[in-house]
């Protein structure tokens, strides 16, 4: 009987709750067997939910009746009978990487628990009495650990059961009432439970950004094939026309083909490399994740708290929470300069050749960049803005090396020029403004105008004024208020007065921000649009006035 006892394997007649084996043995009705004990305890436990299954999860209604399986438990009896007569397989004694028993003598068998409150770590032999006895009935097992002697004060031999989180860190009682005395001092497990909190908020945060980030492939992976939908059809309605030219238009209809495919599999590819992007991102916060996990689940508080400092706090993501796509037509205009083409095809031809010109619009689904937090981030963004003689208004003159603008009483002698305003006083940039930019607009005056605006703005007329169109966008500044226009429509903001506006543009993502500039910088109005130009700095001054405005030198 011995020699069938050896042949047992332990790990079968185990309670897959407490994992030791089994005690009163009950058999569930989907099967697996667990300790009477442990499987009321488990459906006490969850009274509020359906009694299930442990293992599979298969739940029963109504709650089983718990009976005592005889011939299990005749069985796992003869387990402990003969096993305590044979012979340890190897596998069972601890090798150079297990937690040994400190009981063991000679050849140490494998530790299945350690125990905080003994400091040592035992077999399952010899953690028999923690489970007879009522004497370690308050004892706490944990998994095997090599590191209980890290939990005993080295100056007084006592359990580390307190945190002293005036120096942060792990001591026992008799260090409270010495070297620690008056310091903020805790439980261990109290601490352990504030930072576990900590830790769950901040798993919530990875949840929802990984939840955002799945949200913004999927978007990417739809770009995608909108791309491919709308270069197919432009292909396919492209080779149309040109076979009404016959053999004198395939090579042209060969080389928009080829243009069309290019500029397709670059925007592709550009998604595509987002896409990864957000996925790498996605496993490093799911990396992260399971790193929290592990530290959570590890039951020994002091092992919990050493560990806690290497863990590096998690950093705010540089990306936005969702993509921003702008429905655009993509390869559309390449079929309409065809069209154009084939209705003048025959004067052309008789002349000279004129190339299709491709207007591919390019595909806008890069991931927004976050606005700048401060002026030293905004500052990696100035540029030196110069304004264009040939727009400024005959009531303004420029000095400062065309920086500065101010209100003349008397109008000045310009030359005539397409690009002058003469209706109202305002002036334009020279630099024309594309990606992302900052500058900053100094006011000596008690009214003055910040604007934005496309070069082919009016430059006659009331509708000329920045802000009272669809081609400019304005932010006037008098004493005590400011208001922004944009196509004549106004709105009243509120917010600090500064003789300095700051003015931040990212063009392809369409945000155009002014800010109050003094010791700090707040956010007067952020406009979330579509760019479709370049734009121009701009301001305006009041006629006559003698107030001036310029523009910094911020490098």
Known sequence: MAQKGDQLDQQNFSCSICLDLLKDPVAIPCGHSYCMNCIKNFWDEGEKKLPSCPQCRRTFIPRPELVKNTMLATLVEQLKNTGLQAAPADHCYAGPEDVACDVCSGRKLKAIKSCL?????????????????????????????????????????????????????????????????????VSAAAERTERQ???????????????????????????????????????EDSEEMFTELISLLQKRSSEVKQQIRSQQETEVRRVRELE??????????????????????????????????????????????????????????????????????????????TNISLTLTEVDVLLPQP??????????????????????????????????????????????????????????????????????????????????SYKNISRSGYGSRFGCNDKSWSLCCSSGSYVFRYNNIITSISGPQSSRIGVYLDHRAGVLSFYSVSETMTLLHRVQTSFTQPLHAGVRVYRGSGDSAEFCKLR
């Open 197 to 235: 909190k900590k830790m769950e908020l901040s798993r919530q945060l990875i949840h929802q950004q990984i939840q955002e980030r799945e949200k913004d492939v999927k978007l990417l992976q739809q770009e995608v094939e909108a791309i491919d939908q709308s270069a197919d059809k432009t292909v």
């Open 371 to 452: 606005e700048p937090t401060s002026r030293a981030r905004f500052l990696k963004y100035s540029c030196e803005i110069t304004l264009d003689p040939n727009t400024v208004s005959p009531g303004l003159s420029l000095s400062e090396q065309n920086r500065k603008v101010t209100a003349m009483k008397l109008h000045q002698s310009y030359s005539d020029h397409p690009d002058r305003f003469s209706y109202w006083s305002q002036v334009l940039s020279r630099e024309s403004l594309t990606g992302r930019h900052y500058w900053e607009v100094e006011k000596k005056t008690c009214v003055v105008e910040v604007a934005v």
């Open 276 to 353: 990864e992007k957000l996925q790498q991102e996605i496993r490093d916060l799911k990396r992260r994740d399971a790193e929290m996990k592990q530290l959570t689940d590890t039951e020994d508080h002091n092992q919990f708290l050493h560990s806690w400092p290497s863990l590096s706090p998690l950093s705010e993501s540089t990306h936005s929470s969702s993509i921003s796509i702008r429905p655009l037509r993509y390869f559309q205009d390449v079929a309409v300069a065809v069209a154009e083409v084939r209705g003048r095809l025959q004067d052309i031809l008789r002349d000279t050749w």
């Open 117 to 185: 409150v003994c400091l040592a770590s035992y077999c399952e032999k010899h953690l028999q009495p923690h489970h007879d006895s009522s004497t370690f009935k308050k004892h706490q097992l944990v998994h095997p650990s090599k590191n209980l002697q890290d939990n005993i004060c080295p100056r007084h031999g006592e359990v580390r059961k307190m945190f002293c989180r005036t120096d942060q860190k792990c001591i026992c009682y008799l260090c409270s009432v010495d070297e620690h005395k008056g310091h903020d001092t």
